[in-house]
């Protein structure tokens, strides 16, 4: 329709942080010769890059005090148990996660401005987490203006049911493209990947298009990373001093981060709220990750003292 926005995106391991994306915004007057125009850049595109994806650009994205923002999530893949299939591999998402910004307030149109419309952790000003700092984030309002919604933090669980709807899909994506070439039954890649698991950060956006009509939010997947993206964030160049202060080995009591509570307070903020993560993260991926392998050779599930160990 006229007015519609879509995205050109590569795809590849040259793509990622804006690189090569373009906007198509189709109007009135040329709406086939705007989607001729689209699928021939998206061809160009994908000659540069190797792939590349067309589709409709979000125009209403959650916002964090502003500005754009998405949802870094964490999906687990583990191997199927010992004699087991492709199809009985096992995907789950961590019920946390972080939240990435762009640097500058959204403006929808401003579609030239990478600093508006391009979120990552480069131009997030700190540590932000899924699900606690949904309490800053609201709708964006596109097409009428309107007072500030109410914070998300109540649409948790809404979130979590539709991300978790995307591992049934992932999980056919997965199973499908693991076949013998000889046989096309279904095919782990190797034996030794029944004692592998492997973690990849998926990024969300929160589509907030709905929300003046019926208080609705549609969650959708924008890319699934090798790189987990799990480093603390530190915010842009200008809003934390550089060099960091120096931390040096764990055999140093300079390891420990307590002087610098007064001395650098955004460093020790930033470092223990990111431990804090970390502990939680493996916290969930432990007994999820690593000991179900090891129930595989007991004849019950690992003790509460060995899942404590």
Same mark, same amino acid.
């Given at each position: 329709?006229?007015?519609?926005?879509?995205?050109?995106?590569?795809?590849?391991?040259?793509?990622?942080?804006?690189?090569?994306?373009?906007?198509?915004?189709?109007?009135?007057?040329?709406?086939?010769?705007?989607?001729?125009?689209?699928?021939?850049?998206?061809?160009?595109?994908?000659?540069?890059?190797?792939?590349?994806?067309?589709?409709?650009?979000?125009?209403?994205?959650?916002?964090?005090?502003?500005?754009?923002?998405?949802?870094?999530? $964490?999906?687990?893949?583990?191997?199927?148990?010992?004699?087991?299939?492709?199809?009985?591999?096992?995907?789950?998402?961590?019920?946390?996660?972080?939240?990435?910004?762009?640097?500058?307030?959204?403006?929808?149109?401003?579609?030239?401005?990478?600093?508006?419309?391009?979120?990552?952790?480069?131009?997030?000003?700190?540590?932000?987490?899924?699900?606690?700092?949904?309490?800053?984030?609201?709708?964006?309002?596109?097409?009428?203006?309107?007072?500030?919604?109410?914070?998300m933090l109540a649409l948790e669980p809404d979130i979590l049911a539709?991300?978790?709807?995307?591992?049934?899909?992932?999980?056919?994506?997965?199973?499908?493209?693991?076949?013998?070439?000889?046989?096309?039954?279904?095919?782990?890649?190797?034996?030794?990947?029944?004692?592998?698991?492997?973690?990849?950060?998926?990024?969300?956006?929160?589509?907030?298009?709905?929300?003046?009509?019926?208080?609705?939010?549609?969650?959708?997947?924008?890319?699934?990373?090798?790189?987990?993206?799990?480093?603390?964030?530190?915010?842009?160049?200008?809003?934390?001093?550089?060099?960091?202060?120096?931390?040096?080995?764990?055999?140093?009591?300079?390891?420990?981060?307590?002087?610098?509570?007064?001395?650098?307070?955004?460093?020790?903020?930033?470092?223990?709220? $990111?431990?804090?993560?970390?502990?939680?993260?493996?916290?969930?991926?432990?007994?999820?990750?690593?000991?179900?392998? $090891?129930?595989?050779?007991?004849?019950?599930?690992?003790?509460?003292?060995?899942?404590?160990?």
């Amino acid at each position: 329709r006229p007015g519609d926005v879509f995205i050109i995106k590569p795809v590849g391991s040259r793509a990622g942080c804006g690189a090569g994306i373009q906007i198509v915004e189709l109007t009135a007057d040329g709406l086939a010769a705007g989607l001729d125009d689209a699928e021939r850049r998206r061809r160009d595109v994908a000659a540069a890059y190797g792939n590349a994806v067309l589709c409709r650009y979000v125009r209403a994205p959650m916002l964090w005090r502003g500005r754009k923002c998405h949802l870094r999530m $964490y999906l687990l893949v583990r191997g199927p148990p010992l004699g087991g299939a492709s199809e009985d591999c096992h995907l789950e998402f961590w019920r946390q996660g972080k939240i990435l910004t762009a640097l500058k307030p959204y403006a929808c149109a401003a579609y030239d401005d990478a600093a508006v419309h391009d979120s990552h952790g480069d131009t997030t000003d700190r540590n932000l987490f899924f699900p606690a700092d949904l309490r800053d984030c609201h709708a964006a309002c596109v097409d009428a203006c309107s007072p500030p919604t109410p914070d998300m933090l109540a649409l948790e669980p809404d979130i979590l049911a539709q991300i978790d709807a995307f591992v049934p899909h992932l999980k056919a994506v997965l199973v499908g493209g693991m076949r013998s070439r000889r046989t096309g039954a279904p095919l782990w890649t190797y034996p030794e990947s029944n004692f592998a698991y492997e973690v990849f950060g998926c990024d969300f956006l929160v589509d907030t298009a709905h929300w003046q009509a019926d208080a609705t939010v549609t969650v959708r997947l924008l890319e699934i990373n090798d790189k987990v993206g799990f480093a603390p964030v530190f915010g842009p160049p200008d809003a934390f001093p550089r060099p960091w202060p120096p931390v040096e080995g764990p055999d140093s009591p300079r390891w420990d981060l307590r002087p610098f509570e007064h001395s650098s307070p955004a460093f020790y903020q930033t470092m223990t709220d $990111y431990i804090d993560f970390s502990d939680r993260f493996w916290r969930w991926l432990i007994p999820a990750a690593v000991l179900p392998f $090891y129930a595989q050779f007991t004849d019950e599930a690992p003790s509460k003292r060995a899942r404590s160990d």
